[in-house]
């Protein structure tokens, strides 16, 4: 695509930016078409200091013909539905007529391959990934390390690319705050493109295809009307999927982003929806699951069903069409919606009960977790004392903190649960007994292991450990009367996660989340742009609109990236990692360097045979200092460092044996900062790219408006490599927690030291771990009836952790005592597991 628009444009002697003057005022029909409004487009254009900037276009209509000459993605079509109904009106069938928008998919493949910065992002070939160099460890992670591409590979001729066709529909509300306006939209991607890019809206790796009609269907009787807006949904389906037929089974020549052409085959293999739209989409019923035969009420036992098959769906499905099936084993035994003609049974080489995928968000974050073991445990607990429980957490950089507690919230987010999720074992740790302990932690495992970016063969196996243990502990619920059965569909749900991984590769490239985020900007703006009456026209219009301005600048950033590949010179500046608002320190290297002359320091990157993974660590301070000059005796009275005049002592005479010091007192000043970054090494199963934590130690701030509170103090704990002989990279040994009170800068006449340090008060060590809680146990270490204090490099801090206060079951909290939190992140948690 794009080097087709470089010929045109190079051949009628036109500039990267045509129609448009130059890249100034490119920016500013970006900045007016995305973000206001088309009246006010006209009203800007019409001030007299619009006047004077000289455009190419002198209101809303010239701009929007400009726009409409860019290069823009799939065309839009209208198709009629006529729908007869069985309701009577004078003696003829009432009638409704609807409208189906719908896109090619062909094409909408044809632009996805078409975007030359998906180039390196991209892949043709199933692969088998390994975890270790023997070649005996699977690993699975993007789609094309499953093993559905390699059984689907066999099916095609030689030669032939499979183009996994990745389908997801939601319905959802436009209007806010008056009117009931929906639109149903349908999504699709393409697993040769990499999960990462997929699952950001901004990359556009997601196209939409359709707005499925919807409508009450009032030209039928009432008890025939939800049947007959399934059906409805199949037809527009099969209408929207149909040059998907021909086009897996032949094949069709696509230009790929590394401008080759390849003979691609789009298959459908997976769908991306809810619970009930699993079951439209499978024609079963919503007390059944859409993946297997299991009975109605065997869904709350860790059982093996046979899976649903599409071929013997069809055959049910045909022999009820011609009564050749009974009524009572059609729905009672098999579960099946009287669907004849699903949109599934025409196109080749798909299983749609196999690409039925999980949904963490709605089975997991809210089904299992908020919907039932939160409100289960709420039921032993009590309202108040979980509440007081949430009130009394210790903070975290980023951790919400439900400072009224949860009970009288009514709005819930997929954000909001998942933050419950990080601290909620260690909220009712002491106040259950230990059977419920092991059920949620069980559950919070299978939750954080779905989470993972990649998986294992040994990663799955302790997933399906936490499952089996969520079972054997499950029927406390019962004997504590907060429960009567588990016959509930999403718990059921979990059965097929592994599986699901081994096939596609990991759950988090099929989120539900991706779609809830699309609809924002392909959806609600869109109605927000129109003027409310026939509005889906109009939306169309927009979506265009906005898509060509994508392509557009997808297309300048390519021909800026071209010019640098022509001219190597120019692209030296790319090379610059100056950080522009902090210093980038090193770690994990002894090298005296210069303080003004810091850098990021990178390890050896440890690379096996199969997988690549970076082994970076690092930290970075504020480029400005918080409190420059500040006294010892302000830090002991404001940061609570009792010790810190003879910690500092030690620290000193530690590292610069044989100088003379004149002894240190409480007068001496030290810049102190805020905080203390971390640059943390990527974990095998949750990503290779870099991680930030803060470490905070920032003592009471005053507020510079009086109407509101002072900044409470923030003192946050971390993991100390205290063992460099112990110390491996891979679980806690050799580590230690600390409390992190100071982060400061030795002052240059006490020696010359390359990095920040901290002044850190110590937890006992890693030692006492709780089995039921499975994570370590914490006390204050102490001397001499003080804190036991130390001065520790920055190059020692691994990350940042967190610690919750143990609650008695009086609810009363044990300053002293406290659980290291393994569910705060996925880096954490997968670290204690280890």
């Known amino acids: 695509m794009f080097h087709g628009i470089r010929a045109e444009q190079e051949a009628l002697g036109l500039d990267p930016w045509a129609p448009f003057a130059d890249e100034e005022e490119w920016a500013l029909v970006k900045w007016l078409i995305s973000r206001v409004g088309q009246t006010a487009i006209d009203e800007f254009l019409k001030l007299p200091i619009a006047q004077h900037m000289r455009t190419s276009f002198t209101s809303k209509y010239t701009l929007m013909k400009s726009v409409d000459k860019l290069p823009h993605g799939t065309e839009w079509k209208l198709k009629r539905i006529n729908v007869e109904g069985n309701l009577l009106r004078n003696g003829q069938c009432e009638r409704e007529e609807l409208e189906l928008w719908l896109r090619n998919p062909v094409d909408c493949i044809r632009e996805l391959m078409a975007n030359a910065e998906?180039?390196?992002?991209?892949?043709?070939?199933?692969?088998?990934?390994?975890?270790?160099?023997?070649?005996?460890?699977?690993?699975?992670?993007?789609?094309?390390?499953?093993?559905?591409w390699w059984e689907m590979q066999g099916r095609l001729p030689e030669g032939a690319t499979v183009a996994p066709v990745i389908l997801a529909s939601d319905k959802t509300s436009l209007s806010q705050f008056r009117g009931d306006q929906e639109v149903w939209p349908v999504y699709l991607t393409l697993g040769n493109i990499s999960k990462d890019i997929r699952r950001q809206p901004s990359k556009h790796a997601s196209i939409l295809i359709a707005y499925l009609p919807?409508?009450?269907?009032?030209?039928f009787s009432r008890d025939t009307r939800s049947l007959e807006r399934y059906r409805l949904f199949h037809y527009c389906m099969t209408q929207l999927l149909e040059p998907l037929v021909s086009a897996g089974k032949d094949g069709v020549d696509v230009i790929c982003p590394d401008s080759r052409v390849r003979r691609m085959h789009p298959i459908l293999a997976a769908y991306v929806a809810d619970f009930p739209e699993q079951c439209l989409v499978s024609c079963c019923m919503e007390n059944r699951c859409p993946k297997c035969v299991v009975g109605r009420n065997d869904r709350g036992d860790m059982r093996r069903s046979a899976p649903r098959e599409r071929d013997s769906i069809m055959e049910y499905l045909r022999q009820h069409s011609q009564g050749e099936l009974s009524i009572e084993r059609f729905e009672g035994e098999l579960g099946l919606q009287a669907i004849y003609k699903p949109f599934w049974a025409t196109l080749p080489h798909n299983d749609i009960f196999l690409g039925m995928t999980p949904d963490i968000l709605h089975q997991l974050h809210k089904g299992v977790f908020k919907d039932h073991l939160v409100n289960w445990c709420t039921d032993i607990i009590g309202e108040e004392a979980l509440d007081t429980h949430f009130k009394l957490m210790t903070s975290y950089a980023g951790l919400h903190h439900f400072h009224k507690g949860i009970s009288k919230r009514k709005q819930w987010t997929g954000a909001d649960y998942r933050e419950l999720q990080r601290v909620f074992l260690g909220v009712i740790a002491g106040a259950v007994e230990n059977r419920v302990i092991s059920a949620v932690r069980a559950v919070l495992d299978f939750i954080y292991y779905a989470q993972y970016q990649s998986h294992t063969e040994n990663s799955l196996a302790r997933m399906q450990a936490a499952l089996a243990s969520f079972h054997a502990n499950k029927n406390v619920f019962i004997e504590l009367e907060v429960r009567e059965h588990f016959n509930i569909p999403k718990i059921h749900s979990m059965v097929h996660y592994i599986d699901s991984i081994r096939?596609?590769?990991?759950?988090?490239?099929?989120?539900?989340?991706?779609?809830?985020?699309?609809?924002?900007?392909?959806?609600?703006?869109?109605?927000?742009?129109?003027?409310?009456?026939?509005?889906?026209?109009?939306?169309?219009?927009?979506l265009r609109r906005q898509e060509s301005l994508s392509i557009?600048?997808?297309?300048?950033?390519?021909?800026?990236?071209?010019?640098?590949?022509?001219?190597?010179?120019?692209?030296?500046?790319?090379?610059d990692l100056v950080e522009q608002d902090s210093d980038i320190s090193k770690s994990d290297s002894d090298d005296d360097i210069p303080d003004h002359s810091r850098q990021l320091h990178i390890m050896p990157r440890q690379i096996h045979r199969f997988t690549m993974l970076s082994a970076t660590r690092g930290y970075f301070v504020p480029k400005i200092c918080s409190f420059p000059n500040i006294p010892i005796q302000r830090l002991i009275e404001n940061h609570g460092t009792s010790q810190f005049v003879p910690a500092l002592q030690a620290f000193v005479n530690e590292h610069f044996p044989g100088q003379l010091h004149r002894q240190l007192n409480a007068q001496d000043r030290v810049d102190v900062f805020k905080y203390l970054s971390v640059l943390s090494p990527a974990r095998p199963h949750i990503t290779n790219s870099k991680c930030f934590f803060k470490i905070r130690a920032s003592p009471v701030v005053a507020s510079r408006d009086p109407r509101k509170l002072p900044a409470p103090a923030r003192f946050d704990t971390a993991l100390f490599i205290e063992n460099r002989e112990l110390y491996t990279a891979k679980g806690i040994s050799g580590l230690r927690v600390g409390e992190v009170k100071v982060v400061f800068n030795l002052p240059s006449r006490l020696g010359k030291f390359s990095h920040p340090l901290l002044y850190v008060h110590w937890f006992r060590p890693l030692q006492t771990f709780d089995d039921n809680l499975q994570t370590f146990r914490l006390a204050r270490s102490s001397r001499q009836h003080g804190p036991h204090a130390a001065i520790v490099p920055a190059t020692e801090v691994i990350r940042v952790c967190h610690v919750i206060?143990?609650?008695?079951?009086?609810?009363?909290?044990d300053e002293e005592q406290f659980y290291l939190n393994k569910y705060i992140d996925l880096d954490l948690f997968e670290r204690l597991v280890l």
């Open 805 to 813: 206060p143990r609650f008695s079951r009086q609810h009363v909290v």
């Open 118 to 148: 998906f180039n390196g992002v991209v892949s043709y070939t199933p692969e088998r990934v390994f975890a270790d160099v023997e070649g005996k460890v699977r690993q699975f992670d993007e789609m094309w390390t499953g093993d559905w």
């Open 503 to 542: 096939l596609f590769g990991s759950a988090d490239g099929f989120n539900t989340e991706l779609p809830e985020c699309l609809h924002i900007d392909l959806a609600k703006r869109a109605y927000r742009a129109s003027n409310c009456r026939d509005y889906v026209i109009q939306m169309t219009t927009w």
């Open 214 to 219: 919807i409508s009450k269907l009032e030209c």
């Open 552 to 575: 557009k600048d997808a297309y300048l950033h390519w021909w800026a990236s071209q010019r640098l590949i022509d001219k190597p010179s120019d692209s030296a500046a790319a090379l």
